[in-house]
């Protein structure tokens, strides 16, 4: 089992003293994220209910335990593709649906934040932002501008200490967007709200008991997210920092304009303002400076080029500031830690799991109860789990701190370890601010072998049987020639030789190995004509087509068996086979049904003939498929003899035409090999 050793170390107290208060230690946001801090450490906790791009918002008693939390707000999930606005209370079940109509904007960057009602117990409110792009899907009737800034009062005594929405106030300032933060008012009850007032400034808002106050505009014109600082003396929104007063609301222009900020928190103790710039510098304003905007300290530059996204910055009760690092579609939670001191970028120290949509936004909070003027930190150094190396594979060792010093059990002192070889890792990370910790990983070696078998030589057609050697799991491939994906496999090869690829699998360690399949030439057999049929003592000849020496069977009726071209006269119906063996030794057969059918005995016997010479039943005699005209005599109607013959009568009497009239005849005929005597009569017609 891997073991941990952390050493603490203690920042000497400053004045001022360090709040312990607990409302801020469950945190709610993203896709179904939540962390819970009361153990010191930030934990990832019970799957939320929450879906929210950006902002979001919980709040917890004062013991730590979470009583609700909120996105702030949505839109027509058809129309939109986003969630509608909800409440969800500790059960993560929905207190409050806020529909498509009420509270903020589901991408807006502080949607929510959430303060207790001065002066009354167990209830507090919750205030909604808009965002810029408010009329996605369409513009809400009634709301042409958006929702701006409203609120809702949540009392926790109602159902059953669930909590309840006991009152909605809507569309308190519009239009307003994005921004949206509250600060303890300095007699620490009281608070004030901060938001924009679009292009017209900065709108403050007082809370009391009495409720919500009158909005004072200051001609401040910003955008973006707005942060207050625990002390409650400054505000930054994204391209100033701006003096507070706490006890009137009076917001100043002292003209500490910044640029290429991109997402920024302030630090424990209010005196530096921490942030990130589009080029990925991580650095701080110190605000006890003289000039405050003019030098930067910056405390890490990651290198170029940097794939990852990062999110919105949160002071943490732990007393450090975390922010969100994606790489889509995986979402981690970094840290700047001791930023009371000698501040350090800890990137990655929490992965959420995957989804197919990432998220920027962290819950908003009154920073009042993060205020610690010194603070007692930790270095918390973490290789990670143990890993498990693949043969020829190199993993990087690192703890994700940035700017500390190293010292690795096998005498490197890089801030990365490569390491390709089995056995125990330990590193002992130093800072000058935040004390030094260690950590070990054990890196072992996963060997797997695989062998896919000889290649193989086969006819067109001729499924073959492959049976690889392998430690570990295996599936073949490519999917339109594997019959089986598993050990053994059997190939049914198409038209043309193809490549099969073995591929084995043990502790995540994957190797491939092939087997050609070649295919040798087939003859193509064919017989023609298709299934016929014949009468009996009838004949048929048969072709066969192919490259190589004929057999055919059975050789019943067959003229000949080793030829392309039998001539075949079955006595009953059957089926012959012909196979073609190429010079390869590959065969190929096709068939042919020869069905024999009984001979067809019937007699026709016309009454009427026109002996006229135009070709068209100019003769008269008995007629039939199998029948054979043996002799015949014609008689006139008085019963004189006037034709003996065995040849068809043409209607003449001694080379004379006979006259149109009606003729007996007497034959004798032949039908299917039997004789036979019919009798009858036939009109001449001329």
Not at 140 to 157: A, H, I, K, N
Not at 328 to 345: E, G, H, Q, Y
Not at 429 to 443: A, E, I, R
Not at 474 to 481: A, G, R
Request: contains cysteine; hydrophobic residues 35%.
């Amino acid at each position: 089992m891997k073991k941990k050793a952390v050493v603490f170390f203690l920042i000497t107290m400053l004045s001022g003293v360090a709040n312990a208060q607990k409302e801020g230690n469950i945190w709610h946001f993203g896709m179904g994220a939540a962390l819970d801090f009361n153990s010191g450490a930030p934990v990832i906790t019970t799957p939320s209910s929450m879906f929210s791009f950006e902002g979001s918002a919980s709040i917890a008693d004062a013991d730590g335990n979470l009583l609700f939390y909120s996105n702030g707000g949505g839109r027509d999930p058809i129309l939109s593709g986003q969630s509608s606005g909800k409440i969800w209370n500790r059960n993560h079940d929905v207190m409050y649906d806020m529909g498509n109509t009420e509270g903020g904007g589901f991408s807006s960057a502080q949607s929510a934040v959430i303060i207790p009602r001065p002066g009354t117990p167990d209830r507090y409110y919750l205030f909604t932002m808009e965002e810029v792009e408010y009329n996605v899907g369409g513009e809400v009737p009634g709301q042409p501008l958006g929702r701006g800034l409203s609120f809702f009062e949540v009392d926790m005594t109602q159902n059953g200490g669930l909590g309840g929405v006991v009152d909605y106030n809507e569309m308190i300032l519009v239009p307003s967007y994005e921004g949206l933060c509250a600060v303890r008012h300095q007699n620490g009850t009281d608070y004030w709200i901060i938001v924009h007032s679009d292009n017209a400034g900065m709108s403050v808002f007082p809370v009391t008991a009495a409720g919500v106050g009158t909005p004072t505009l200051y001609n401040i014109v910003s955008g973006g997210i707005i942060k207050g600082s625990p002390d409650g003396k400054w505000l930054c929104s994204s391209d100033r920092i701006l003096p507070f007063d706490n006890q009137t609301g009076v917001i100043t222009d002292a003209g500490l304009n910044l640029t290429d900020i991109i997402w920024f928190e302030f630090s424990p103790d209010s005196k530096r303002l921490f942030f990130n710039t589009s080029n990925a510098a991580f650095g701080y304003y110190s605000l006890t400076a003289p000039d405050i905007t003019g030098n930067a300290a910056i405390f890490a530059q990651l290198p170029s080029p940097q794939f990852a996204l990062f999110g919105q910055m949160q002071l943490a009760p732990d007393g450090n500031i975390y922010l969100i690092e994606s790489e889509f579609p995986v979402t981690w939670l970094s840290v700047i830690v001791c930023p009371n001191s000698a501040p350090l970028l800890n990137r990655k120290v929490l992965q959420f799991s995957a989804d197919p949509l990432f998220f920027l936004g962290l819950p908003n909070f009154d920073n009042a109860i993060f205020r610690n003027d010194g603070a007692s930190t930790q270095l918390n150094v973490d290789l990670g789990d143990d890993i498990t190396l693949c043969e020829n594979q190199t993993v990087e060792l690192s703890t994700g701190i940035i700017g500390a010093t190293y010292s690795w059990s096998n005498g490197a002192n890089s801030g990365e370890l490569s390491v390709s070889a089995p056995g125990q890792y330990a590193v002992t990370v130093t800072t000058p601010g935040c004390g030094s910790g260690s950590d070990t990983v054990n890196v072992a070696l996963t060997t797997l072998s695989l062998d896919a078998g000889e290649d193989q030589t086969v006819c067109a057609g001729t499924p073959v049987q492959l049976q690889a050697s392998t430690n570990g799991s295996i599936v073949w491939s490519p999917d339109s020639l594997v019959a089986s994906a598993v050990n053994p496999a059997t190939i049914f090869t198409g038209d043309s030789s193809a490549v099969i690829v073995a591929t084995a699998a043990l502790d995540n360690c994957t190797v491939t190995d092939t087997v050609l399949v070649s295919l040798l030439f087939s003859p193509d057999a064919f017989v023609s004509p298709a299934d016929t049929s014949i009468e009996a003592g009838e004949s048929i000849e048969l072709t066969g087509t192919g490259s190589g020496t004929y057999s055919w069977s059975p050789p019943d009726g067959l003229s000949c068996t080793d030829c392309p071209d039998p001539v075949a006269a079955p006595d009953s119906t059957t089926t012959y086979q012909l196979l073609v063996i190429s010079s390869t030794g590959c065969a190929d057969s096709a068939s042919v049904t020869v069905t024999v059918t009984p001979p067809d005995c019937t007699v026709d016997l016309p009454n009427a003939f026109t002996p006229n010479g135009d070709s068209s039943n100019d003769t008269f005699s008995l007629v039939g498929k199998n029948v054979e005209l043996l002799s015949m005599t014609i008689y006139s109607r008085w019963g004189q003899e006037i034709y003996t013959g065995s040849n068809p009568w043409d209607g003449r009497v001694n080379n004379v035409d006979a006259p149109s009239d009606v003729y007996m005849y007497s034959a004798e005929i032949s039908v299917c090999g039997e004789n036979k005597r019919q009798l009858g009569q036939v009109t001449l017609i001329r």
